[in-house]
Structures are given as structure tokens and as C-alpha cells.
């Protein structure tokens, strides 16, 4: 099969050993492989028994014009080319999709199919793009086998935040697209020709040389709750998906990233410093402890009142009219407006808030940016009708000044990729005036 070499061809000549795990992800893998070989690199393809339920080693092998290996004993391959001289004669191993038994298998060292043979055996840099169910990916088994695999020094692209191939679920499990793994893969050359290739295993794709690398983001997402009594609160229905997508997609373009969230489902999202909290007060003390900031994104759904005075004690039902409480609100401190109107040297460079709307949703943005005073402002809808509160797409404009661009509907882990490529360019624009 004749594929088009891409005309910069700095990555030509450059080898990966591509293991592609058991999951429905596995059919991306033939993206990747078409991308890849069109900046010309060689690919070299292994597969599991389960990856080819999904996809055939024949389409595979089409694509990487390169026979695909698929079983450690058999003894004509393993006479052609042995499983170590595979991993020798590659500069990186791509695991994709790394899936929650393949990460289980490689961090218990197992070694009992040719793909965590290889993955044992080798002293090469290995990434690996996990895609599973999200509650597998939050179970605890999973967290701690990624935590060792990451101390052994692999790094991660992704997961994503979106929407699985099983209907009706989302969450985080979804497998990093194949321009972003592309993405990591290239900054992890351009990486290698600095630091020299001792200098890679074991870093995670954020210091991969990313343009927010040395920069600091600093993130909120999820709503907060406002106590009534010790047992009740007050709350809303955000479920912080926008805010941690946009934390991954910021720690993916090298920044080290602080993400402080309100109650949410959702897991700490990996090499990123999450701080948890309850209420907007709380939220508020967590985001001004953690500046300086260069660039700070307020994408938290924050009560606008709390409940002045609340018990300490649960309010009991009293019997008749009469004894139903009232509750008095007062307003919480706006953390974005706080941070956007500090002065500078303490103001990081951007500012970005969120308006979520029901109604004129443009004109109330407009207003609330000058309002808030950041520097732009994220607006969506989020009548009923559009499910985009708690759900995995979003259609957003973005207001800066008096202009407004508006984005087709895409899910929400793109907004976030293409909102923090927008400020990430922003910033390097400004601190390059500077
Ligand atoms: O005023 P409104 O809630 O519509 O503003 C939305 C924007 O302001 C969001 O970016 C949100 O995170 C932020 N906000 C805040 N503190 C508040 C209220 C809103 O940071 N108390």
C-alpha cells in the first residue's frame, strides 16, 4: 500500500513498535497508523488476541506495509525477527489502546503473549494511550496500576472525557485521538533531539515539550455545594466534564496544572494537582492559595448564594405550617471577577470565565465579560433541551471584546483541546511583546 509522505520529513527514518491492545478503540489504531506512516515513520505492528477481535492483523498490516506479529511462539516469526530484536530496533513502543487488562498485565510484569513480552523485555520509551469503561478507569485496581506504570517511567496520553462507544456512557475512558497521541509522539522527538534519549523514559506526556511547558494553569470545574444543615445542601447539576477535560488538555500541552474542583464523579485526572472542595468559600481560599497562575479558567458552576447561618445541627420537621424554614441566602465572594480584577503581577496574563445561559445567550456573555472583567469568556447553552449540563458535548462561543467566535458542537474534551491551543498561542503572543 503507497502512502503520501508528509513534506517536512524530519521524523522519517524514525521506528515505532506499535502494540495495539483488545478494545473497540483498536479500529483509531488505523488512523494513527495512516498518520504516522505519512510523516514517514515505520510502524511495526503487534497485536493481542483480543485486538483482533476488533481489527485484522490484514488491515494492519496494509497499513504498515509490514508483516503484523501477533504470537510469541510462533517459531517462524520469532526465527525471522525475535521478540527483543522488535523492541531493539524501535526508538519508541506506542501501547493504544492500552486497555485496563493490558496496563493490569504490564504492571505485574506478566510476560505471557508476544505484547507484554516485548513490553517486559524492552529498554525503550513506551507511551500508552488508555481506553476503557469509565468505571474501569476509576476503579482502584486501575489507579494503582497506572500509578506504578507511571513510576516505572511510562508516560500517558489521555484518556479523554466523552462520550464511549457504549450508548449512553460517558465519562473519562475514551482514547486520546489519533492527532492527539500524533501530537505526543512528535513532541517526544522533538523532546529527544534536546535531551537526548536517557532523558525520556519515565516522563509523562506533559513535560513532553508542549507549548504550556513551564507554564502554570490553574482550573475550576464542578459545582459547589452550599450547606442548609449538616445533611442538606444546596447544589447544581454541573458535573465538572468541561472543567477536568480542560485540566487534561492543559497537562497534555506541558503545563503543570492545578485543578480545584467542587463534588464531582469524576477520578483526579493523572499528573495533574487537584484539589478538592465543597463550597464557593472554600473554592475561593483554594484558587487565591494556588496563584500565581499564567493562565486561570473558571469553568466551575459556583452557587451564587449560600445559606446565611447555616446549622450545625439537622433541622428537624416540625409538624404544621408554621414550622417550615425559611432559609436566608447572601451572596458568595466571585472568584472569577476577584481574580480577574487583581492587580497585575498578581493577575495571571489570561483570564478566562464561563457563562452558562439559558436564554440571549450572546448579548448576556458580552455584558458579563466587560462585568467580570477577564480577558475572554466561554459561552453556552444550557437550556434543558440542549443536554450539554452533564452531558459529554458542548457548543460554545468565544467572546473576546466584541468579538465572537462560534465553534460547531463537538465534545467537550475538543473544546478543551482547542480552547487551551488558542490561549496557550495567546500567551506565548504576549510574553513574547513583553
Ligand atoms: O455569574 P455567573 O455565575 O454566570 O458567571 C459565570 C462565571 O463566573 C464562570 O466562569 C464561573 O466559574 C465564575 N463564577 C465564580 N464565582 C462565582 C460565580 C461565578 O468564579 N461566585
Not at 32 to 53: D, H, K
Not at 201 to 216: D, K, S, V
Not at 244 to 271: C, F, K, Q
Amino acid at each position: 500500500m503507497r502512502v503520501k509522505v508528509h513534506e517536512d520529513k524530519v521524523l522519517e527514518m524514525k521506528r515505532i513498535l506499535l502494540i495495539i491492545g483488545g478494545g473497540i478503540a483498536a479500529y483509531k489504531c488505523l488512523e494513527l497508523i495512516r498518520r504516522l506512516r505519512e510523516r514517514g515513520i515505520t510502524v511495526r505492528a503487534v497485536m493481542t488476541a483480543a485486538a483482533q477481535q476488533f481489527v485484522t492483523p490484514l488491515s494492519v498490516g496494509t497499513l504498515t506495509n509490514e508483516p503484523v506479529l501477533t504470537d510469541l511462539f510462533d517459531l517462524n516469526a520469532e526465527r525471522e525477527i525475535g521478540h527483543i530484536r522488535l523492541s531493539r530496533e524501535a526508538d519508541l513502543i506506542v501501547v493504544a489502546p492500552a486497555t485496563a487488562d493490558l496496563l493490569a498485565r504490564m504492571a505485574g510484569g506478566h510476560a505471557n503473549d508476544l505484547a507484554t513480552a516485548i513490553l517486559l523485555a524492552t529498554a525503550k520509551p513506551v507511551l500508552a494511550a488508555p481506553a476503557m469503561n469509565p468505571r474501569m478507569w476509576s476503579h482502584p485496581a486501575t489507579r494503582r496500576n497506572v500509578e506504578l506504570l507511571a513510576g516505572d517511567g511510562i508516560g500517558f496520553i489521555g484518556p479523554n472525557t466523552g462520550e464511549m462507544a457504549e450508548s449512553g456512557e460517558a465519562g473519562s475512558g475514551r482514547m486520546a485521538e489519533p492527532h492527539e497521541i500524533l501530537e505526543a509522539i512528535e513532541r517526544f522527538y522533538a523532546t529527544e533531539s534536546s535531551l537526548g534519549p536517557a532523558g525520556l523514559p519515565g516522563l509523562l506526556p506533559r513535560q513532553l515539550n508542549g507549548p504550556l511547558r513551564g507554564r502554570h494553569v490553574l482550573i475550576t470545574a464542578g459545582p459547589t455545594h452550599e450547606p442548609i444543615d449538616p445533611v442538606r445542601y444546596i447544589a447544581n447539576r454541573s458535573s465538572g466534564t468541561q472543567g477536568y477535560a480542560i485540566a487534561v488538555a492543559a497537562r497534555n500541552l506541558g503545563a503543570e496544572v492545578t485543578l480545584v474542583s467542587g463534588p464531582v464523579n469524576l477520578p483526579d485526572p493523572l499528573g495533574v494537582s487537584v484539589i478538592r472542595v465543597e463550597t464557593a468559600q472554600e473554592m475561593q481560599t483554594a484558587v487565591t492559595a494556588s496563584l500565581p497562575a499564567d493562565i486561570a479558567i473558571f469553568a466551575a458552576a459556583v452557587a451564587d448564594w449560600r445559606v446565611d447561618g447555616a446549622s450545625n445541627q439537622k433541622i428537624k420537621k416540625n409538624k404544621g405550617k408554621k414550622a417550615i424554614p425559611a432559609l436566608k441566602l447572601v451572596e458568595n465572594p466571585d472568584i472569577l471577577k476577584t481574580v480577574a480584577k487583581m492587580k497585575p503581577g498578581r493577575r495571571p496574563p489570561l483570564v478566562i470565565g464561563f457563562a452558562a445561559e439559558t436564554e440571549s445567550v450572546i448579548a448576556y456573555a458580552k455584558k458579563k465579560l466587560k462585568a467580570k472583567g477577564c480577558d475572554w469568556l466561554v459561552a453556552n447553552d444550557v437550556s434543558p433541551a440542549t443536554g450539554i449540563m452533564g452531558g459529554a458535548r458542548n457548543t460554545v462561543h468565544i467572546i473576546q471584546g466584541e468579538t465572537v467566535d462560534s465553534w460547531p458542537e463537538m465534545d467537550k474534551c475538543e473544546v478543551a483541546g482547542r480552547l487551551l491551543e488558542q490561549a496557550a498561542a495567546h500567551l506565548n503572543a504576549i510574553s513574547a511583546c513583553t
